[in-house]
């Protein structure tokens, strides 16, 4: 395929309530779509929708939007406009030169390989070797300020029928609420924690605290560059360590395998430059034992659907983030969003991601549109 245009819709979307992580609060989603025109060979014109998972600001990862925009423009969409036969497989071999930028890369790629499906009439799903049509719901839940309100909103999600609670924790916010919600809930509750790289080595006595709640894990709880830490952690810890933020790649999940500083992987494809690296390190992962589950970014309809998909690989044994879209959103930009029912989520089947943009919404939830000059 030849690249003939893309195009970023940076999008301003309110958020249903506050999303507080370790890092901070997030009262509405930025983000941009990237939208890109191929030419097919046989001369045949197909668009394709990829979503950046960046923040605005740089506080999760390296990366944020504007810089992710940035990248783009300069950088990413001129190597891949100089290349007359470009396809989603070779899209990271065209960008290999430029260093890092994962989420920027992975947003460019969804975008050739969502066109390169549609011109194909196959799905992501049947494309990547799903095996599975619906997989389980999990939910992320901000953190909360008190133990009492933790056990309300957490019960407002059980009640809807979420497969698995993931509460955000940071020092001050941890034990206590996870002791209310086992207290309200009882032990059986698929339960895990995200601390967001909020703690250091020197807090394992205090996170040892955590072991006696029986949580199927604990995601990230040191630095995004600390690996051999969390190495030293899980020796510390009976819960299950769980990487996020250090897995930016599949040399980084090897080094974490490796290494035995994760047990589990929580595979985000924006993170670690797209849906083919993501499912690189879901085969590593499987073949060493290492259970995985897919990741959110507070995805639009694009992402989610696209998440949904990579989710029903068969070593994701582990309910991933992709909860119903209004978990986060009262109106989405795609017209048939992501729902959770009986706590599963249904895998899209249509060509491509399987989910076709809402025009008047997205163009609602616009804040800016960037034609970009090939
Ligand atoms: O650490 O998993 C995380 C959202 C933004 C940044 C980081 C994280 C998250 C979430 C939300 O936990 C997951 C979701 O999209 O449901
Ligand atoms: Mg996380």
Same mark, same amino acid.
């Given at each position: 395929m030849k690249l003939r245009a893309i195009r970023l819709h940076h999008l301003e979307m309110p958020l249903v309530a506050p999303f507080t992580t370790s890092f901070g609060t997030q009262t509405v989603k930025h983000c941009f779509l990237v939208e890109a025109q191929l030419e097919t060979a046989s001369g045949e014109l197909v668009t394709g929708w990829g979503e950046n998972v960046a923040?605005?600001?740089?506080?999760?990862?390296?990366?944020y939007l504007d810089g992710a925009a940035d990248v783009i423009e300069r950088w990413l969409a001129p190597l891949l406009a +100089? =290349?007359?036969?470009? #396809?989603a497989e070779t899209v990271a071999h065209h960008l290999?030169?430029?260093?890092?930028?994962q989420m920027a890369k992975a947003s460019v790629e969804m975008a050739v390989l969502d066109a390169q499906l549609r011109a194909e009439g196959r799905s992501l799903a049947s494309y990547l070797g799903a095996v599975r049509t619906t997989v389980p719901s999990g939910v992320s839940v901000g953190i909360q300020d008190s133990g009492d309100e933790t056990v309300r909103v957490i019960g407002g999600y059980i009640e809807q029928g979420y497969a698995r609670i993931k509460l955000k924790i940071r020092p001050g916010a941890d034990v206590a609420h996870v002791a209310a919600v086992r207290r309200a809930f009882g032990d059986d509750l698929p339960f895990q924690v995200d601390a967001? +790289? +909020?703690? #250091? *080595? =020197?807090d394992a006595a205090h996170l040892r605290?955590?072991?006696?709640?029986?949580? *199927?894990l604990i995601e990230q709880?040191?630095?995004?560059?600390d690996i051999r830490q969390h190495a030293e952690l899980a020796r510390l810890l009976h819960t299950p360590i769980c990487l996020d933020?250090?897995?930016?790649?599949a040399e980084a999940a090897a080094d974490a395998i490796a290494l035995r500083a994760a047990a589990v992987i929580n595979i985000k494809p924006g993170r670690v430059g797209g849906y083919l690296e993501a499912r690189r390190i879901h085969d590593l992962a499987r073949a060493h034992g290492i259970a995985v589950w897919c990741g959110g970014m507070l995805e639009t309809g694009i992402g989610r659907a696209a998440n949904a998909a990579l989710a029903a *690989?068969?070593?994701?044994t582990l309910p991933g983030d992709?909860?119903?879209?209004?978990r986060f959103y009262?109106?989405?930009?795609?017209t048939e969003p992501i729902r959770m029912h009986d706590g599963v989520v249904d895998v899209p089947t249509g060509a491509g991601f399987g989910v076709e943009i809402d025009p008047e919404r997205l163009e609602r939830f616009r804040t800016r549109l960037v034609e970009i000059a090939l």
């Open positions: 923040l605005d600001r740089p506080i999760y990862s390296p990366e +100089a =290349v007359d036969d470009l #396809t290999r030169r430029i260093v890092g930028h967001n +790289a +909020a703690y #250091t *080595l =020197v605290q955590l072991d006696e709640f029986g949580l *199927l709880p040191l630095g995004e560059a933020e250090s897995v930016v790649s *690989l068969p070593g994701f992709i909860s119903g879209s209004d009262a109106e989405d930009i795609v």
